[in-house]
């Protein structure tokens, strides 16, 4: 097995939605806001190379929405998805599987395209199965006014229309093991319904895609919630139970969201789990 980090892209968010009820004297220590408030967010994906399978967590914003859209996120960088697969010596026509970690358009968008004459959309990769579980896809094409505007139609439904999609099945408690997809699969509803964090064993280590879970370094202690999840009170709950394996079991977080920090390791402390140690993906994974 192989792994690969894929950028595909950085935006900015308002650091106070990011951050929630917790003062800005709080966080803004270890995420830093400009003069509009915003601070660095990346959209840095996984690929996994296992066998004769290429499989992409996630796939970013993309790139077939408005200017003005775009607009809201403040891109930044020259990332994608195609340059860096082709960093790596991939072409997205490679891709066997692209799993999402949930439907929302910053962790979903790039999985679906303008088709040639921009008629209508299609996959962006051709001969990948999309997958996703029953659970959050009910959830996201039926969504609740709250993240309506989070769960895009052209970024969800067509891959039902392609005939591509696949569901994994669902955990009796929150990790599914042994999924089709060689990894495990921790299940978390504080967020959004059954987003689902990959467990990948690499090397003898485990290394976790966070995805919204803990989506900065600047969100480990356990009161530091995101104001976008649906359930806070049940995100303190998942977090803790998290960090704590992850403390445990010297989990490596790989953090998708921190346009600073690729990858940490945790550690037990007084005041509860915090940071111990930073990693590169180039270091950890070549």
Not at 6 to 22: C, E, H, P, R, T
Not at 73 to 99: C, E, N, Q
Not at 193 to 202: A, D, F, L, R, T
Request: aromatic share 12%.
């Amino acid at each position: 097995m192989k792994l690969y980090p894929i950028q595909s892209g950085n935006f900015k968010l308002d650091g106070g939605a990011m951050f929630g009820v917790v003062p800005k004297s709080l966080w803004q220590r270890t995420n830093p806001a400009d003069q509009n408030n915003m601070i660095d967010i990346a959209a840095r994906c996984l690929l996994i190379e296992d066998g004769n399978r290429l499989i992409l967590i996630d796939t970013g914003m993309g790139n077939k929405q408005s200017d003005k859209f775009y607009g809201y996120y403040h891109l930044w960088g020259d990332d994608s998805i195609d340059k860096s697969l082709a960093h790596h010596g991939f072409h997205r026509d490679d891709i066997t599987d692209v799993f999402m970690t949930h439907l929302h358009f910053d962790h979903c968008g790039g999985s679906i395209q303008w088709n040639k004459d921009r008629t209508g959309y299609e996959p962006a990769f051709k001969n990948a199965h999309f997958w996703s579980n029953i659970s959050h896809w009910q959830w996201a094409t039926q969504p609740n006014r709250r993240e309506k505007a989070s769960f895009l139609k052209e970024n969800i439904i067509p891959m039902e229309e392609s005939g591509q999609l696949k569901f994994t099945a669902l955990p009796e408690q929150h990790i599914l093991k042994d999924s089709a997809l060689g990894f495990d699969i921790f299940f978390a509803n504080g967020h959004t319904e059954k987003q689902m964090i990959p467990m990948i064993h690499y090397k003898g280590k485990t290394i976790c895609f966070m995805a919204d879970l803990l989506p900065t370094v600047g969100h480990l202690p356990i009161p530091f919630v995101m104001g976008y999840d649906t359930r806070p009170l049940l995100t303190l709950d998942e977090k803790e139970l998290f960090l704590n394996l992850a403390a445990d079991h010297n989990y490596y977080l790989f953090l998708e969201h921190d346009a600073h920090n690729e990858i940490i390791t945790v550690k037990h402390t007084e005041k509860g789990v915090r940071h111990y140690e930073t990693f590169t993906c180039n270091a950890l994974f070549s």
